[in-house]
């Protein structure tokens, strides 16, 4: 049997059947996805009705505010620590952060190495060096104020080891020699003027 209806539209020889069928399974995939959105909007609901659980409108709007609120002060919290954090880095920059150590035996004696040179630098290579020198007839200790890895007053050779090694501690092997070159010429240029202001003086 032929529908007029099929007819009309070019249809007509079409076997009825095959358009039950296609109706079926179109039927049959809606009833899955009926299921499976049934499912998922089950377990939707249950986490809705325990996260609603024991609380109306007003307590949830509150509970609401008191998390804001612990946002903010976590917020500020953050701030506030970032700016202690930035203040302690730039405090750090002033404090002794390089040393170096070199003992050694300033007159050759049976005692061991008991003198020593101690340096202390900050960040920008700034600091002291403390030398101390041991004999039997007791101990003597001076110090050096050394500026930016340079020292105006003339460094021993023990000094200059205690130097290279605090400078070493934290910078690469060229930029400390830079340093201990640039500390040597210096020493060297004071020397030359002292050495000129000697003669200027003998000559008047």
């Known amino acids: 049997m032929q529908s007029n209806l099929l007819k009309m539209i ?3 020889n079409l076997d009825i059947a095959y358009i039950f069928i296609g109706i079926i399974a179109v039927l049959i995939i809606l009833i899955i996805i009926l299921i499976v959105q049934g499912i998922k909007f089950g377990k939707l609901k249950k986490k809705y009705e325990k996260f609603m659980e024991g ?4 307590s949830l709007e509150a509970q609401f505010g008191e998390v804001f609120e612990k946002i903010d002060y976590l917020t500020g919290a953050e701030k506030e620590d970032r700016s ?3 203040i302690l880095l730039e405090k750090a920059k002033t ?3 390089k040393t ?3 003992k050694y035996d300033a007159f050759h004696e049976m005692g061991g190495k008991l003198s020593f040179s101690l340096c202390m630098l900050d960040e920008e290579d700034t600091g002291f060096i403390i030398n101390s020198v041991h004999s ?3 101990c003597y200790v001076y110090t050096k104020e050394i500026i930016k890895g340079a020292s105006y007053i003339d460094l021993g050779d023990e000094e200059k080891e205690a ?3 605090a400078v070493s501690n934290s910078k690469s092997k060229e930029k400390s020699e830079a ?3 640039a500390a040597s010429e210096k020493v060297e240029l004071d020397k030359e003027n002292k050495k000129v202001e000697k003669e200027n003086e003998e000559d008047a």
């Open 136 to 138: 039997n007839n007791g």
């Open 95 to 97: 404090c002794y952060q």
């Open 55 to 58: 609380k109306d409108g007003k």
């Open 179 to 181: 340093v201990i070159k």
């Open 100 to 102: 170096g150590l070199i």
């Open 163 to 165: 130097l290279e090694q």
């Open 84 to 86: 202690q954090i930035d």
């Open 10 to 12: 070019g249809l007509g």
